[in-house]
């Protein structure tokens, strides 16, 4: 899809709802609050991955900085409430 028919999609739902155009929110939102939400609870390397941006270049620091699928499944876990099998339990067994 392109980016002109996500924001026809989020044009048309904010005429339905009018919360969400009030609030501004579109694909590139929702895609950044999930983001800035993984990375503030389980760190960069885990939010550079649940992005998928595990393979580009940066600055040097990130060549350093990883996260495996069982961190990014973790993270998915964690923020929807509902168990993963890859994810990490933790002692009460409960994902983080």
Do not use: K, N
């Amino acid at each position: 899809m392109t980016s002109r028919r996500y924001d026809e999609l989020w044009r048309r739902i904010g005429r339905h709802l009018p919360w969400v155009a009030a609030q501004g929110i579109t694909a590139h939102w929702l895609r950044h609050t999930t983001l800035t939400w993984v990375e503030r609870h389980f760190g960069y390397g885990t939010a550079r991955a649940y992005a998928g941006h595990t393979d580009t270049t940066g600055p040097a620091t990130t060549t350093y900085i990883r996260a495996d699928l069982q961190a990014v499944a973790t993270a998915l876990a964690a923020m929807t409430g509902r168990p993963h099998p890859l994810a990490q339990p933790i002692d009460d067994h409960r994902v983080v």
